[in-house]
């Protein structure tokens, strides 16, 4: 079974600075895509990132950008410009590009962002 | 929102009692999904369906059950509830192509006490 592991519970930045959270993940596939979901205090997901596996090129949305490792299972997500919106918890997740699956994410425990102003 | 919604969006029940949540979604996606948050814990999946009567178990799917008759719904039943089913509920969607990711719903507050 596939396992997703944020290592690091709770970050914090100062506002205008870059921030960088940590995603590793264990399978044995070799097509599957990767997501970072961001959770404001609103209790609301929203996607941030997705990065396809298939795809060597890092995915970015705007002052979000990926660093993708395949090799290393490393996927992590780069804030730049650091806002007070983009104080939330943030979860990486893994999806199977198997079809026939049941599509299911599995998500990391998350990281708690905070950040000063 | 992408058309999905869950009800109701807080409650409150007492141990032992049955409890159902509600997921309806206007997508026509053929997934659905119904998580479970808890500190510490991330997201764990307790049922999930991948068509209308056609569900499986997640990872925590002790006392709860699940049913979707029609394309639209899926309930979550907590068959009697207890204080470690205190927790906030998500549903999501998921179109076949798993490219996309999912669109959560709001999520329900749900004590037990």
């Known amino acids: 079974a596939q396992t997703v592991t944020q290592s690091q519970p709770e970050m914090s930045v100062q506002e205008a600075e870059t921030v960088t959270l940590s995603c590793t993940y264990d399978?044995?596939?070799?097509?599957?895509?990767l997501f970072w979901y961001k959770q404001p205090p609103s209790r609301q997901m929203i996607l941030v990132i997705r990065?396809?596996?298939?795809?060597?090129q890092n995915a970015t949305e705007n002052r979000f950008s990926v660093n993708f490792q395949k090799a290393a299972k490393s996927f992590s997500l780069k804030i730049s410009d650091s806002q007070l919106g983009d104080a939330a918890m943030y979860f990486c997740?893994?999806?199977?590009?198997?079809?026939?699956?049941?599509?299911?994410?599995?998500f990391g425990k998350g990281t708690k962002l905070t950040v000063n102003p | 929102d992408a058309g999905i919604t869950q009800s109701p969006r807080h409650k409150v029940t007492e141990t032992g009692t049955p409890v159902t949540l509600r997921c309806h979604q206007t997508?026509?996606?053929?997934?659905m999904y119904w998580y479970r948050q808890d500190p510490g814990h991330g997201l764990r999946l307790i049922h999930y369906s991948y068509g209308v009567k056609d569900t499986d178990k997640g990872e925590v799917s002790d006392g709860y059950s699940v049913s979707r008759s029609k394309t639209e719904d899926f309930l979550l039943t907590l068959e009697s509830a207890t204080s470690s089913q205190t927790s906030v509920y998500f549903c999501a969607i998921s179109e076949v192509n798993g490219a996309r990711g999912y669109t959560f719903g709001s999520g329900t507050r749900l004590t037990v006490v």
């Open positions: 990065q396809e596996a298939y795809k060597q």
């Open positions: 399978t044995s596939e070799s097509d599957y895509y």
């Open positions: 997740a893994y999806r199977s590009a198997r079809r026939g699956g049941s599509e299911k994410l599995v």
């Open positions: 997508e026509n996606h053929r997934y």
